[in-house]
């Protein structure tokens, strides 16, 4: 049979040959080949219609995909179960909590921020913080009740606290859930790096949110604490949330983002190229003037400091709010206070239903679910269990029936309770009773200017490190061992890094328990008309074998042309040495007069011999201590 007898392919299908089952694979349409009559060829018609060739997105379809998105996500959702709508009022106050967390977390990031000297101390000045830096330490029921239990006063600018104190008699801890600065951090890391195992409603994550024993370990920590305090220590300090935000914020992220970002637009500016670094300088004014340094500072223990915050915000991968629920000392104290506030949930078990969407959001561990009792003191007051409930079970109203709440410190555990306390009222008479404070008094242990006796000083340090944050010279800095276990991360300064500026009181104007007192310029300067003494914190001191002039016939009388005080309390004498070839050098020895000197520092920081200065200050001689002074018959040294 010839090409010419074969028949015509049918219209629908397009090609020769086996028919493909209707509910098999589809097979890629290709145009087909067709001998027809006279051995001419022409094109199959197939079913497909043409594909039109990709054309660039426009912007109006971009943006119907938007409104699209929007409307989708506006639309309202069925609610599962019975689906009877959260309360109005309810998701309003969930809302206002969410804009109450990110406005109180800016607030106190800008006062971090503005927790620094922009300006110049010449001309005479007074200079003070423009904001109050401290606000939030001074809003501390914590800080306020572990320094009166320290220092049996409190401290004016604390009574703040008791407004604190009556909120949370109101409401709950609506500190935790709507204002706590680290307790937002906690809760943007637990949303933004959940555990991939728990997804977003999981039963893993329904278990992470019920209540668990670990809770009870701040109330531990809160009672070691506060015996500690009683026997005299604020060492408490170190665990409180205010002063770890303030402290690991200011001496280690801060200073890691000033230091990325200045040797990024260094290397910009290293370009040659005239626009980049002109962007390069333009940017760098405007983020000094805004949010970083003036200039890079440097701070001891930096990495512990800022790992030891990297590691408790980690830890919301597995346990959402981890630090709130499980170790915060300020967290235990409000949920004492709550226990009985007006505030509160009543919970109708009838209807629940055992859906645990009240789980999924829960930041306190508080047992919102129904068939158990509400742990009152457990609640962050964030409301997101009442707007998840589609029963109606839970609501939140003043003056609550109470049949269904109990206390989460009821399952406490007597034993720990005693062990909690006898290890706080150990720790004083363990530190004290090492060499560090009263037999072998570490010599560079410089206190900042206008601290209080150093016994004093650890009743009411509470290490939040405002006054190293806003010190001008970056002097200040977190002690390690120099006073003992109970001095961790206590303010010292350290000369080699940086100067007292003789006219700067900022540290104690910052100083929220009064460690550092709120001295005047005239106080640390001293006024011989109205017989006032000067300020002292240490005393300068001078190593012959390291000076140049003592040592090496070599002139340099840097350190006597920076000493600040009026008059110098350094002086030359003028004397001619040989040299190794018998040459006479006219040098300048310096001298330290010990009734002028004021130990700022000064000289240690500007000596040119580098690796051990020859000129260095120690605390003797410090005006707050009657005990560390120089042993002399009269009080003017400068006599025989």
Known sequence: MSGGDLPLPLPWLGVVGEVPSLDGPSLPQTPATVVIAKDLVAPAVALAPPVAAPTARSATGVVERVRGWWREKRKPHKRPGSGIPARKIIVALRNSRRVSQFAFLFLFLFLLVRTEFRGSFSGGATVRMPYPVEGFLLADPFVALMTFLSSHTIYRSLWWSVGMVALTLVFGRVFCGWICPFGTLHHFFAWLFPNPKSGTGGARRVRANMTHPYQNVKYYLLGAF????????????????????????????????????????????????????????????????????????????????????????????????????????????????????????????????????????????????????????????????????????????????????????????????????????????????????????????????????????????????????????????????????????????????????????????????GAIQKITEEQKLGNPVRHVEPIKIGTAFYDHGRCLPWSMATPCIVCEEFCPTSPKSIWVEEIDVPDRNGHMVHVQRPHVDPQLCIGCGACEKVCPVQDRPAVYVTSVGESRSRTNVILLETNNYNRS
């Open 226 to 513: 506060l015996v500690a305090a009683v026997c005299g220590s604020a060492i408490g300090g170190l665990f409180d949330p205010i002063c770890i935000s303030v402290r690991a914020i200011g001496l280690a992220v801060l200073p890691a983002i000033s230091y990325v970002t200045g040797r990024g637009l260094d290397q910009v500016s290293q370009t040659n190229i005239h626009l980049f670094q002109q962007g390069s300088d333009v940017t760098r004014d405007a983020l000094v003037a805004t949010v970083l340094q003036p200039k890079q500072y440097f701070f001891h223990q930096t990495w512990v400091i800022g790992g030891l915050l990297f590691a408790v915000l980690l830890a919301n991968r597995w346990i959402p709010r981890f630090w709130c629920r499980a170790l915060c000392p300020l967290g235990a104290t409000l949920g004492l206070i709550a226990r009985n506030a007006l505030f509160g949930m009543e919970k109708d078990h009838s209807k629940c239903t055992d859906c645990n969407l009240c789980l999924v959001d829960c930041q306190g561990a508080d047992s919102p679910q129904g068939g158990v009792k509400w742990k009152q003191d457990e609640c962050h007051m964030c409301l997101n269990c009442e707007t998840a409930c589609p029963e109606d079970v839970i609501k939140f109203r003043f003056l609550p029936n109470r049949r269904s709440t109990t206390l989460a410190q009821d399952g406490m555990d007597r034993r720990k309770v005693l062990v909690a306390a006898a290890t706080g009222a150990a720790v004083l008479p363990l530190a004290r009773a090492s060499d560090t404070l009263d037999s072998n008094y570490y010599d560079r242990l410089i206190r900042p200017p206008g601290s209080v006796p150093e016994r004093d000083f650890m009743e009411r340090c509470i290490r939040c490190a405002e006054c190293m944050k806003v010190c001008p010279n970056n002097a200040l800095h977190p002690a390690l061992l120099e006073s003992g276990i109970e001095g961790l991360w206590t303010p010292i300064l350290i000369p080699r890094i940086g100067y007292c500026e003789p006219t700067c009181v900022l540290c104690g104007q910052v100083c929220p328990t």
